[in-house]
């Protein structure tokens, strides 16, 4: 399929500094964009679908650093208390009542849920993850998906994430990649966390884009704490913890000395963390070092109570910092939502208006995450060469009436109701904000069908 989307508003996001195209063409031919440019400069070849892009605002598709997709099972199903409680007493019990089938419906909603956001990417850490890679290509996102691994049931957990990456790693023309995920330090021990690093290392030599480790990171002050409580339980079952390891200062000065944060034959991490709220000073210096790549969650982290990541600090650093929304449980899987939010929180906190701008906000949902995921050569960013991940925003709303920039708009302005088309790999996905070759009714029926088992 060629097309080209004629007269847009157009966000590139490729310059460092705010920019955009005020009527611009965009030409895509078999899912690469072929040009891209002011319309007066553009040519669009014969035969090219002409897509009239007056009154829209174009974006690249927006990326989920980090989330959990089938949770969209427990949308607030517990609320209003801390992150220990909610785990514990709330979503790991339901989640032990999950199926397969339960696990696809629920990843199934949440893609949908994303495409119609403008979001085409979802970095998934969940459980029997074969199933949310199957959901994600049949609606046509992009994800990168992982198997969550914890101490009591690593042996499986192993297992799956080999089948997972042998099935579905670079599968469906590369839309779906496999990360390698253990949970958290506190509640995978030095064994585990060391296995995945060794396995980790091992797919280095046979893939050019190897699986990357996506793990939960300091998201409380607690953390170390909890890491310190595992460490005697861990003890007591006869795992040898090296007195080093007990001495650290925190969570990510406890994965460095384990070894865990770089591959061995290089000294950039290849480690996505998510959250990275409570850190000390010297573990700012490590994550700068290391390069480690920030997931940012600012509305979980604020629905939980863990706290409020330093990311002016980490942005000045050069940390990459994408973000991410966290399970639907806690929130929609809404970019633009996290993007605002994360253009607020820092103003608001360091009495600081300059802070976090709309365009670094932007940056974030699209070409930084980008850059968290390793995927950065093909999407996060309209520019010739890359794969057309496109969204299309339309401005003829009250709210939206009138505009001088279109990326103040899409920050302060935008509702992500207010997408209307979304492209992945020049595939249309969404048209005029409905989704394409998928029942919605039939799954919304399916999903409240299901959910009763969750009550009992
Ligand atoms: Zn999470």
Redesign the pocket.
């Known amino acids: 399929m060629a097309f080209a989307i004629k007269n847009a508003f157009i966000i590139p996001m490729t310059s460092n500094n705010s920019m955009f195209i005020k009527s611009g063409t965009i030409t895509v031919e078999d899912g690469t964009i072929t040009d891209i440019g002011p319309s007066e400069k553009i040519e669009i070849p014969r035969g090219f679908d002409v897509i009239d892009g007056t009154n829209k605002i174009v974006i690249p598709g927006m990326i989920n650093c980090?989330?959990?997709a089938a949770m969209t099972l427990f949308r607030n199903y517990a609320d209003d208390v801390p992150l220990k409680e909610w785990l514990e007493k709330y979503i790991w019990p339901a989640e032990a009542k999950l199926t397969p089938e339960l696990i696809y419906l629920g990843a199934k909603l949440a893609a949908i849920e994303a495409a119609r956001f403008g979001v085409t990417v979802l970095n998934s850490?969940y459980l029997t993850e074969k199933m949310e890679a199957k959901a994600f290509s049949e609606v046509g996102i992009r994800g990168l998906v992982g198997e969550g691994i914890f101490s009591w049931i690593a042996d499986k957990a192993f297992q799956r994430t080999k089948e997972l990456i042998e099935t579905w790693h670079h599968a469906e023309d590369d839309l779906i990649r496999v990360s390698i995920d253990p949970h958290a330090p506190y509640t995978c021990d030095p064994e585990v966390l060391q296995k995945v690093r060794e396995l980790t290392n091992n797919y280095r030599e046979k893939y050019e884009k190897p699986p990357l480790i996506h793990i939960?990171l300091a998201e409380t002050k607690d953390e170390w704490k909890n890491i310190q409580a595992s460490m005697e339980k861990w003890e007591t079952n006869g795992i040898a913890i090296k007195e080093e390891l007990k001495n650290a200062e925190g969570p990510v000065d406890y994965l460095n000395k384990l070894g865990f944060l770089t591959p061995n034959d290089t000294d950039e991490s290849d480690v996505i963390a998510?959250?990275v709220v409570a850190v000390t000073a010297k573990e700012k210096k490590i994550l700068a070092e290391k390069k480690v790549r920030i997931a940012h969650?600012p509305i979980?982290n604020l629905k939980l109570g863990s706290g409020i990541a330093p990311v002016p600090e980490y942005l000045k650093m050069n940390i990459p910092v994408g973000l991410g929304t966290?399970?639907p449980t806690l929130t929609p899987l809404d970019m633009i939502e996290s993007a605002k939010m994360v253009a607020l929180l820092f103003k608001g906190l360091h009495n600081n208006p300059t802070l976090i701008t709309a365009y670094d906000a932007l940056k974030m949902a699209t070409i930084d995450a980008a850059r968290v995921l390793g995927w950065n050569d093909k999407i996060g960013s309209l520019e010739k060469g890359k794969d057309a991940d496109i969204v299309l925003i339309d401005l003829k709303k009250p709210h939206l009436t009138p505009i001088f920039n279109p990326i103040s708009h899409v920050i302060y302005s935008v509702r992500s109701s207010d997408v209307s088309d979304v492209f992945v790999k020049g595939k249309k996905i969404v048209e005029n904000g409905t989704i394409l070759n998928i029942s919605v009714e039939d799954l919304l029926e399916k999903v409240n069908q299901n959910i009763s088992i969750f009550l009992e």
Do not use: F, I, R, V
Request: aromatic fraction near 0%; glycine fraction near 10%.
């Open positions: 980090h989330t959990h850490m939960h998510a959250h969650n979980s966290d399970g």
